[in-house]
């Protein structure tokens, strides 16, 4: 059976039988979730998404109602007062607490509330006759459990970190019982589900800890409470607390319900909460204090005591909605379990099983089962892609590629270094020296050295559909897997016959399994095709001499090109360029990834006049001076905005400039220019290059230069694409080159030739290469219409295996004391010099 058979709702129901709801899903998602069509979204882990009902019956709620503070006592007071503790109530139901052993404390969400007990927790230093208490936490935990340890480091605490294997495997055959000698409070956190696998942990290991059976706290005397981190457990699978009686539980509402944000609680039993000591107090959590004494007494109940100030009372009233919406969809989380985990499994097992024509697999997933039961996996598939030689595709090259099929994933180490460390083989060692390269958590660096920093993870919610499966599955095959697609059929078929049985047990698969074998099929010969994209090229030298035949600058960012035959080098790039941007109305800088139409402004600058034309089409030609006039004119005021993260101090430039764009664009818009004033450095200083090199409004380099030659080749593969259709007409070589919006074109090179230089020579201008530019969806705008297209960056990404780079970005080597010192000519000459020569 081939790959696009697989991708059927009966393969579907051959490996899972439980799909939707009692209420109809597609009815759901028409009546619910409008705003998603066209959208896949895959995010589910990091939020999921809140239906539009629960929305309007809040908006209903809160219009018809007057909530006062809680803290007041008057009618509208107490109508807050007494929702907030119902809200509190449906908590405890929803995890099956009863009151009278567990409390809810409201707070920003899951990391406030650990932080929460670790500021709270009574921790004792070691001395001559008493032990020091233990922190202890699993690797497989999230940066902000971890995190914990920042506070017990500085007051000398031990910290322990565990393997998920020591867990059970140093466990003792009896459990050692309460300590009634040693007193000590030492605390283990683990996570119910892993944020970066989805797997499992044994809900048995809150007891096992308690009862001093399992590691560490067989081999420590005292007493250890459980702190059992559910953020990501919680999501889309029930947690039952009479099953597990953790101490300390931290969770954040908008991973289970989409709405509302900025809302958490920390579940807390009624007697662990009596030892935590709070040293800070704040409105509404003392029964009485003196300001003139040092005199404080708490509140004796646990909620009022650890909710400093008044509370986000009107999110916490929403909570109310959301249960309402999420039951009546679903039915409960036992059915949002089935359901989700059953779309993980058949993504797991196709996605698995798909190799290239030469029969490697496609992917390396990180999981440590195969994906048997919802009882130990949850709806999360971790992988990274792999090209036909076994090489990793970084998963920022995928992150592109699924943005541009409107398709939603994660990508990195998701806040969970250790799960990271541990599934893709990376030692501290290596950490330390990615670091040293430029790689920090949060960026796009996603290979140093040709090994992976990080991942690509899909996950699903409630209303994810079988359809988010199969757009996700076409997605690899059609952008990743080099034809023709195959499968394992073996493999595959293991995989079916595996049991999947719809309550399984919490142990621990015994198999770590990465997906790294190379599957069976008949072994080709290596073709020129299947090695392009490679380093494979023709050794034939070229003749023709390395020209600069174009040079463009785009005076606004995002805006259309300015062609120029000479053009002054200034300290920040070609002058001019990249000088001014569009914001939205809340200051928010507009790229043709939001607002295509961008491309049909088309600025001119006039060197003799000192102005900026802008210029479109129906509209008037107005003008802006070129230099910065801010004392001259009141309304233009001083402002900030941020260019890729960084933030930068920029000047605005009127009102006409404002309504021009406001008019043109179709909403408020405001034309601002970087602040003579302000200097901003590029982020990754390449070797060689001048230490003071500054950038204008530019995403990451002073220049962008493309070559002709990969231009063509580009051409050649989208008219080789048999699927390829941009109106039954290929885009033409000048079309494409506007597309990839260079400052610089050069002629003379084999295709992606330049890929592999370190400096070069431009006339009398002195350049070094800072790296690879590395494309998203915005290549695919017409330059022209305006209009959006999946080429050219389907053919760049099947020609070079996924990895979506064309052009190199350049910094600029000028003699000192000279702002402008070279001017750059087009049929210039060319002197490059590539690495390590």
């Known amino acids: 059976m081939d790959f696009q058979n697989l991708c059927t709702f009966e393969t579907f129901q051959q490996v899972w039988t439980h799909y939707g709801y009692e209420a109809d899903l597609e009815e759901v998602i028409e009546q619910e979730f409008t705003r998603i ?44 007062h007494d929702t907030m503790e119902r809200v509190r109530y449906r908590v405890l139901q929803h995890f099956n607490a009863p009151s009278e052993e567990y409390s809810v404390i409201f707070t920003s969400g899951c990391t406030a509330a650990l932080k929460l007990v670790a500021e709270s927790f009574p921790w004792r230093l070691q001395t001559e006759g008493e032990a020091g208490s233990h922190f202890c936490y699993l690797t497989d935990c999230h940066t902000s459990v971890v995190g914990i340890r920042g506070l017990t480091s500085s007051q000398g605490v031990v910290v322990l970190p565990v393997s998920p294997q020591e867990v059970e495997n140093r466990a003792k055959d009896v459990a050692q019982g309460e300590d009634v000698i040693c007193q000590t409070l030492h605390l283990f956190c683990y996570p119910a589900q892993s944020n970066f696998s989805g797997r499992k942990y044994p809900l048995s290991h809150v007891k096992g800890i308690q009862a001093r059976r399992l590691y560490p706290a067989c081999d420590h005397r005292g007493r250890w409470l459980v702190l059992l981190d559910a953020a990501s457990h919680v999501s889309c699978s029930p947690l039952n607390l ?40 704040g409105g509404g959590t003392a029964a009485a204090y003196l300001s003139g004494e040092d005199y404080y007494v708490h509140s004796a109940n646990i909620s009022d005591r650890f909710e400093d100030g008044t509370v986000s009372f009107l999110d916490i009233i929403a909570l109310n909605h959301s249960f309402d919406a999420l039951y009546k969809i679903t039915g409960g989380m036992h059915n949002i379990q089935q359901h989700t985990f059953g779309l993980a499994r058949y993504t ?21 089962g195969q994906f048997e039961s919802p009882g130990t996996q949850g709806a999360i598939l971790n992988f990274n892609l792999m090209d036909s030689h076994g090489q990793i595709i970084g998963y920022s090259q995928v992150d592109r590629m699924a943005s541009l099929y409107n398709i939603h994933v994660r990508t990195g180490c998701f806040c969970n270094t250790g799960a990271c460390q541990s599934f893709l083989g990376i030692t501290n060692q290596q950490m330390k020296r990615n670091l040293q390269a430029g790689h920090v958590c949060g960026d ?9 920093t990080g991942s690509v993870r899909v996950s699903f919610g409630y209303m994810s559909t079988f359809e988010d499966c199969q757009k996700f599955l076409n997605f690899v095959a059609e952008c990743f897997v080099e034809k023709p697609v195959t499968v394992d059929q073996v493999r595959l078929q293991k995989l079916k016959t595996t049991t999947a049985a719809s309550e399984g047990s919490n142990e621990d698969p015994p198999i770590k399994l990465t997906n ?19 380093g494979h090229r023709d ?11 174009n040079i463009y600058i785009y005076p606004i960012k995002s805006c259309a090109a300015y062609e120029v035959h000479d053009w002054p080098v200034g300290p920040l790039g070609l002058l001019y360029d990249r000088g001014w941007m569009v914001v939205n109305g809340n200051g928010v800088c507009l790229s043709q990834k939001r607002e295509t ?46 260019v890729c993260g960084d933030r930068v101090e920029t000047v605005d430039c009127g009102d006409e400039a404002a309504s021009w764009l406001s008019d043109f664009l179709g909403q408020p818009c405001r034309l601002i220019r970087q602040s003579p004033y302000f200097t901003r450095d590029i982020k990754k200083r390449p070797s060689g290059a001048a230490s003071s090199a500054s950038l204008s409004l530019v995403n990451e380099a002073q220049y962008l230069m493309i070559s002709r030659a990969s231009v063509e080749l580009i051409q050649k593969e989208m008219s080789s694409r048999q699927d390829y259709s941009e109106g039954n007409q290929l885009l033409d070589t000048q079309n494409v080159i506007s597309r990839f919006r260079a400052n610089l074109v050069i002629t003379g090179v084999e295709p992606f030739e330049e890929d592999n230089w370190s400096h070069l020579i431009i006339g009398n201008t002195q350049f070094v290469v800072a790296g690879q530019c590395g494309r998203c969806q915005m290549v695919g705008v017409d330059q022209e219409t305006g209009t959006k297209t999946k080429e050219p960056l389907m053919s760049l990404s099947a020609y070079r295996s996924g990895k979506v780079t064309f052009g190199v970005y350049l910094t600029h080597q000028l003699p000192k004391g000279s702002p402008a010192a070279s001017v750059l000519t087009v049929g210039s000459l060319l002197k490059p010099e590539s690495k390590g020569s």
């Open 348 to 368: 797991y097992m196709l996605l698995s099983s798909l190799c290239h024509g030469n029969g490697r697999p496609v992917a390396r997933i990180y999981t440590d």
């Open 242 to 281: 009479q099953d597990c009686p953790a101490d300390f539980i931290p969770i954040s509402f908008y991973k289970m319900f989409g709405f509302p944000t900025g809302l958490g609680a920390l579940l807390v039993r009624n007697d662990a909460a009596g030892i935590l000591k709070k040293t800070y107090f």
């Open 597 to 642: 139409r961008l491309c049909l402004i088309r600025p001119q600058v006039h060197l003799p006049s000192n102005k900026l034309l802008l210029q479109a089409s129906g509209m008037d030609t107005i003008s802006v001076p070129l230099e910065n006039n801010a004392q001259k004119h009141p309304s233009y005021r001083v402002c900030q905005s941020k």
């Open 539 to 549: 050794s034939n030298s070229h003749g023709e001499a390395y020209t600069l035949t």
């Open 37 to 80: 069509k066209g959208i896949t979204y895959l995010d589910h882990a990091g939020t999921t998404l809140y239906p539009e009902s629960l929305v309007r019956d809040y908006s209903l709620d809160i219009t018809r109602n007057v909530y006062g503070n809680p803290h007041s006592y008057n009618p509208s007071s107490r109508l807050t």
């Open 516 to 534: 790294g074998e190379i599957c069976k099929v008949d072994e080709k010969e290596p073709t020129a095709a299947s090695l392009k994209g490679f």
């Open 444 to 452: 796009s660096i996603d290979l140093v050295d040709g090994q992976p």
